[in-house]
């Protein structure tokens, strides 16, 4: 037994950080003699079981760092006893040693901040040449730690190479600034010291600070350049621990500096930064220790699984609205803000303030409005004491970045955030202050960057207190991937690239629409607040207009302009309502919408407001498809605008499809079919046929008519994206049929319509999207393979396909579903459409879900006319307009027994043979 249970209240941390040497030598020692009696090791995989498991009854008792200190000494005595056993082993086997030889431990076992399964970094030196025991002794040290299935960074170097290998690598040169001696020539280890620090100084000399700075950028990037995503890493994303690494390393290289405590008598943090800094590290380390301790492996990536996980081991209880989730990630954006504000200081000091650097550009100051100075490389203050006197120039500094183009000093920004509470709260009775906010808003420049320091200095929140619910709010569905604090500054940042062209070349064409745009701070307000209901609970859209009102009364703005902003903040989910989830080729619909919008103006606005919401959301939330549906939607409603003003009525659809089919037929009397084929479709058809899709559909439709079915695929297999469409003999349960060959193919089926001519054909048309379509196109034999099983399962029926799909689908899933926050929903409305029952299905998404959704409609004799299929991310919002056989709406009986029965497949499906959740 290790006898771990003496430790529980052990004080192994100060305010230094690493930790002192005389508590952790002693723990170490204890955990030495625990594990090793006379060179013979003692059950090293219990006592890895015994040390797990007491580690995690004490991780709540423990600090994060404190828990870090006792895991770092558990392995450095193992490291340490598994190199002196092999070095007793060989003297027994040979009589005899060797010297010039040295076991010294790398990065987290140098700072003593390792968790249960991180990595050991350990570097194996060895003066000249390797010899047969130093091979030996390698060997066992490495067998025995991975036969303990931990993960090993190790290098084997001689000193000559070390020397050429730290100036060739910056990343390797890094890794050698935190060391330790472990075992073997405490003489060698000497040298490698003196080797070490002569390198150093030289490296630094060359600019090795400013090789840290741009590495710490690189990985921002790498990560979103936020710290605010759905799932943050809390090694390497903004905010985690490789930032305070890169700061540490920058101090230890040109001031030696060997604790956080050393940086404040530096003059680089103040006391409280240093005291905020470890209570971050703290929680950082304490979520990272169980995190690997939940999944038994390495894992520093909070996916939301975890989350959930984490806020039950915390104990975070429900608040304000918010998930004990919420709460729980809420608090860890905290500790991450207050880890990157410090390192970020300390980095941004070091490399860019310097005596010799403040001459130069103080020789090349220029004066700009008032005590500010345009320095090369940002805005100075020369009188500190201009915010006492007037506090309305904490928001006039922003408006002059804007103007100038350059960024706050970072002297100038901890200037500000020491400064933001003189401004008055709500900017109540502070007209020159709400001036100076109303002038950012005036046009797009910049405005991102500009808010994006109001948030990160504080004024933002003094401005708007109600900034501060929605301030590191937590979005907990994978929908989103920042918190809705930054989710609302990137919708502005989307605005601004929109208004100088920096978007991919399927967005400019919304470039026009926003030059447009006479009242820029409508947009910009309606960006800034549309989610802010979001701090308050569900049903955000109304709640945050109420706010949004509340809010821009206090600024004072004209009753036109509130009322703009509130309606855009009220219905800013609407335009993404109908055009992802309604059919657009009903124009009754159309006229629904527009008597929400009402104006031309409004439409515009929303339409851009819609768009960079969701380019907002993550980056692969807005796709080409969606901004086509979009486009769809706000083309329909300029004709509608456009027939308003010359005073026309809305065309019914017999008189839309009238003036289709007469469109359409000098495009199709070439084909054999082609007037067969206009005399049978339905109007519906008509309203969204153009004349190359409608030449396609007839040449399939003549095949269906000589083979009973006839299918035809073309897309773009570079964005995995096709157009499927197939015509063949109507039959009851065909959809459900098409559905289940296409998900035993394992194609992603994003949108649907059906059409059935008065013949008895039916005309089924899917986008899909599938990872393997290159494959498709450029094999003919696997194509020909598709069309024949989906052929063959059209002609020879559900059980055919239901063979086909036990076989593919397994018993049991093998990754694990996300979290359900959300429940399943089914809603059925008669009122939405004149023709058509409209069922919406909002449940997660899994393998041959629609299938098994349109396996339910057969049973109940219920016919599909349109399907939209929305994916997003994890979670589907699939529209169904379905009618009964007579074509009638579905009843208020046949309603309450389909509700029910379509959640029960839902679920159903969700689960394996045990009952499980999938």
């Keep these: 037994m290790l006898g771990l249970e003496s430790f529980d209240t052990l004080k192994i941390v100060s305010k230094d950080y690493p930790v002192p040497s005389l508590d952790y030598d002693r723990v170490k020692k204890g955990l030495y003699n625990a594990f090793f009696e006379n060179g013979e090791i003692q059950g090293l995989e219990k006592s890895r079981t015994e040390f797990l498991a007491f580690l995690g009854r004490a991780v709540h008792k423990l600090t994060g760092l404190n828990a870090a200190a006792l895991t770092s000494a558990y392995f450095e005595a193992l490291i340490q006893g598994l190199a002196l056993k092999a070095e007793l082993e060989w003297k027994r086997l040979y009589a ?58 190790y290098s084997v170097r001689s000193m000559a190479e070390l020397e050429q290998d730290y100036d060739k690598d910056v990343t390797f040169a890094l890794s050698l600034i935190d060391h330790k001696y472990l075992h073997g020539s405490s003489i060698l280890y000497q040298a490698f010291l003196k080797n070490i620090e002569e390198l150093l100084r030289y490296r630094a000399q060359r600019g090795l600070v400013w090789e840290i700075v741009q590495i710490v950028r690189s ?80 894992t520093d ?29 809420r608090r860890y954006y905290t500790h991450a803000r207050q880890i990157e504000e410090v390192s970020l200081k300390v980095l941004s000091s070091l490399a860019c303030v310097s005596l010799s650097a403040l001459k130069v550009h103080r020789r090349e100051a220029k004066p700009i409005e008032g005590p500010f100075l345009a320095f090369g490389y940002g805005i100075w203050l020369k009188d500190a004491s201009l915010f006492d006197r007037d506090p309305a120039w904490l928001l006039k500094v922003f408006f002059l970045a804007k103007e100038t183009g350059l960024p706050l000093s970072y002297a100038l920004s901890r200037l500000i955030r020491r400064k933001r509470m003189r401004v008055r709260k709500g900017l109540r009775e502070d007209a020159r202050a709400v001036s100076f906010l109303m002038q950012l808003f005036k046009d797009f420049r910049r405005i991102g960057y500009v808010l994006r320091g109001l948030d990160e200095t504080g004024v933002l929140s003094r401005a708007i207190p109600e900034w501060d619910r929605v301030k590191n709010l937590a979005q907990h569905d994978i929908y989103h991937a920042y918190t809705a604090d930054k989710h609302l500054i990137r919708t502005i940042e989307a605005l601004e690239r929109l208004a100088i062209g920096q978007v991919d070349s399927w967005l400019q064409g919304l470039q026009p629409l926003l030059e447009e745009e006479r009242q820029p701070a409508v947009l910009i307000l309606a960006a800034l607040l549309h989610d802010i209901g979001k701090g308050w609970g569900r049903g955000h859209s109304s709640t945050g207009a109420r706010i949004a009102g509340r809010i821009l009364g206090r600024l004072g703005l004209e009753d036109t302009m509130v009322e703009e902003v509130v309606f855009l903040v009220r219905y800013h989910l609407l335009m993404m309502d109908y055009a992802f989830k309604r059919d657009l080729e009903d124009p009754a619909l159309i006229e629904r919408f527009l008597n929400t919008v009402r104006t031309r103006d409004r439409l515009r606005r929303l339409y851009l407001l819609s768009v960079c919401d969701l380019l907002a959301v993550s980056p692969v939330a807005m ?51 082609g007037d067969a084929f206009l005399k049978v479709v339905p109007n519906p058809y008509l309203l969204s046929a153009s004349p190359k899709l409608s030449q396609a559909h007839v040449r399939l439709y003549e095949g269906a008519r000589a083979d009973g079915i ?22 009851p349960g065909l959809f459900s049929l098409l559905v289940g060959g296409l998900s035993y193919f394992g194609f992603n089926i994003l949108w649907s319509r059906i059409y059935t001519t008065s013949d008895g054909y039916a005309l089924d048309m899917f986008k899909v999207e599938h990872p393997s379509l290159e494959d498709l196109f450029r094999d003919p034999a696997y194509l020909e393979r598709f069309k ?6 059209v002609a020879l029926g559900q059980d055919t396909l239901e063979g086909l799909i036990a076989r593919k689908r397994p018993a049991v899933r093998l990754v694990k579903a996300p979290p359900k926050t959300r429940p399943n929903e089914v809603t059925i409305d008669n009122a939405i459409s004149t023709d058509y029952t409209v069922i919406d299905v909002k449940t997660y998404d899994r393998p041959f879900l629609l299938y098994e959704i349109s396996c339910v409609f057969v049973a109940n004799g219920i016919n599909i006319s349109k399907a939209n299929i929305a994916t997003i991310a994890d979670q589907v919002v699939d529209t169904f307009y379905v009618t009964t056989p007579e074509g009638k709406k579905v009843g208020e009986r046949l309603a309450k027994r389909l509700a029910p029965e379509l959640l029960t497949a839902i679920e159903k499906g969700g689960r394996d043979e045990a009952g499980n959740s999938a």
């Design 96 to 153: 005899c040693s060797e010297e010039g030889f040295c076991l010294v431990g790398l990065g987290g076992v140098a700072r003593r901040d390792l968790c249960p399964n991180s990595d050991l970094d350990l570097l194996f030196l060895y003066n000249y040449k390797i010899s047969p025991f130093h091979e030996f002794l390698i060997e066992r040290v490495l067998y025995t730690l991975w036969d303990l299935k931990l993960d090993v960074g």
């Design 219 to 298: 990985r921002h990037q790498r990560n979103l350049g936020t710290m605010h995503l759905l799932e943050p890493h809390i090694k390497e994303g903004k905010g985690g621990l490789r930032d305070f690494h890169s700061a540490w390393w920058a101090t230890r290289a040109l001031f030696g500096a060997r604790s956080v405590h050393s940086w404040v008598r530096l003059g680089l943090i103040s006391a409280r930064e240093e005291r905020a800094l470890l209570r971050g590290l703290n929680a950082i380390l304490t979520i990272r220790t169980q995190l690997h301790l939940m999944t038994g492996k390495r």
């Design 301 to 329: 990536k909070m996916d939301l699984a975890l989350q959930e996980c984490l806020s039950r081991a915390f104990s975070a209880n429900d608040a304000h609205g918010q998930s004990s989730v919420e709460w729980f990630m």
């Design 623 to 673: 796709t080409p498809w969606k901004m086509g549906l979009l486009e769809d939607l706000f083309r329909h409603s300029i004709a509608s605008f456009e027939r308003r003003q010359e005073g026309k009525v809305p065309l019914s659809i017999p008189e839309y499809a009238k003036e289709a089919r007469v469109a359409l037929e000098p495009h199709l009397m070439g084909l054999s079919a």
């Design 710 to 731: 006839a299918i035809g695929i073309d897309g773009d297999s570079s964005k995995m994206l096709a157009n499927l469409d197939i015509v063949a003999r109507d039959k």
């Design 788 to 793: 024949s099983v989906l052929k063959d399962v």
